[in-house]
């Protein structure tokens, strides 16, 4: 039996989604995070030594880092290469693009991503009152000046690239999108939606009605990640 260690309102989210496309058994293992701090609980250390979530356990095969397990699994799995078109040349448009996207979703989109809610918490936390200028300042003036415009490049290098077809490996939907349903959710939630991105609005909602990512959701529980994730 496939088992999963899954953090709420985390990237493992994409694993069990993964799971219920290929219509796999699976067992969920959930953890909650620390409602202070946002992190993981320490228990998960027992079960990697990094402590993150997702963890995929097969037999005896324990594997960390969300693409290296959707590409597991569909090695492993999709006999008929459904969600990946690993079968094709390897210089197949399609197969390109979607060995981009798997990269790129934690390579380049995530990173900027990141560096948002870091700075974020670093605004808010609590400090000496004359500190609290100081901080914020600095603050403001990276994300103005960097984070902010990296966002927005990214942002719209997605959306020009979602105008060439509707899904991101090209017409027909793989794991490439559910890699990257991550990074787009957690714009959303950062930026204030995507009214300005409606190719990018549109993939969230087709994602958002999929079968499989309903009951995905129905096991591992919905994403808020308003107030940020590991």
């Keep these: ?21 290929l219509g796999l058994p699976y067992q969920v293992v959930t953890y909650q995070r620390d409602p202070k701090t946002w992190l993981a609980p320490p228990s998960l250390r027992e079960v990697h030594p990094l402590g993150k979530s997702p963890v995929l356990q097969d037999d005896a095969l324990v594997l960390a880092e969300s693409g290296a397990i959707l590409e597991y699994l569909a090695d492993r799995y999709d006999s008929g290469r459904q969600l990946s078109p690993e079968l094709l040349p390897a210089q197949a448009s399609e197969r390109l693009r979607y060995r981009y996207w798997m990269h790129y979703a934690e390579g380049s989109a995530m990173p900027p991503l990141l560096m948002s809610l870091v700075f974020a ?5 609590p400090m000496p009152f004359f500190a609290r200028p100081i901080a914020r ?23 020009h690239e979602l105008g060439q077809s509707p899904w991101f490996a090209g017409e027909r ?14 714009a959303a939630s950062r930026a204030g939606g995507m009214q300005a991105y409606p190719k990018l609005q549109g993939f969230l909602q087709r994602i958002e009605q999929r079968p499989a990512y309903q009951r995905a959701s129905d096991r591992g529980g919905a994403l808020d990640l308003g107030a940020g994730t590991a």
């Excluded at 300042?137 to 959306?159: A, C, N, R, S, Y």
């Design 1 to 21: 039996m496939i088992k999963v260690h899954h953090l709420d309102h985390s990237r493992s989210l994409r694993v069990l989604w993964m799971l219920e496309e």
């Design 121 to 125: 918490r670093v605004r808010k936390a």
């Design 137 to 159: 300042g600095i603050v403001d003036k990276v994300m103005k000046q960097f984070v902010g415009p990296q966002l927005t490049l990214h942002l719209q290098w997605m959306e």
């Design 173 to 186: 939907f793989t794991a490439a999108d559910i890699q990257m349903s991550f990074p787009i959710q957690a």
